[in-house]
């Protein structure tokens, strides 16, 4: 953040020849990505274990990210996310498939939806076929 603070408060006029757009474009797509996947797994922990919370939503904290930030275009941007997220992500997973029984797993194949526009061409073709 202070470095797109840095970017678009400058004393001089911005000019975005100056500025790389398409980094700063990357490092806010990385982190708002970064921040979707902490808000699901907030989520997670709230459907396994809800008497955890007072109220029926997480808390609002917002996870601390890292980034490196080169100023010169020829260095790497680093990201640095918290160790073993997924796997802890793909575990409350688990573990909800173990306590919860999903209604929408069926293995009732239904057939496609058809509209009554597409009901009545099939009669009339299959009368057509008959004769």
């Known amino acids: 953040m202070s470095y797109l603070d840095y970017i678009l408060n400058r004393d001089k006029e911005f000019n975005f020849l100056e500025c790389n757009i ?27 274990d809800p008497k955890k919370y007072k109220r029926i939503y997480p808390d609002d904290n ?49 057939p496609r939806y058809r509209s009554p526009m597409q009901i009545a061409i099939d009669r009339m073709e299959n009368r057509f076929h008959q004769i």
């Open 22 to 48: 398409s980094s700063i474009n990357y490092i806010v797509n990385r982190t708002i990505s970064f921040l979707l996947i902490e808000r699901f797994i907030k989520w997670l922990e709230v459907v396994l």
């Open 62 to 110: 917002i996870p601390m990210y890292i980034a490196t930030i080169p100023h010169n275009a020829d260095g790497d941007i680093s990201f640095y996310f918290q160790k073993d997220r997924y796997n802890y992500m793909k575990n409350i997973l688990n573990e909800i498939n173990e306590k919860y029984i999903c209604p929408y797993k069926r293995s009732t194949k239904y």
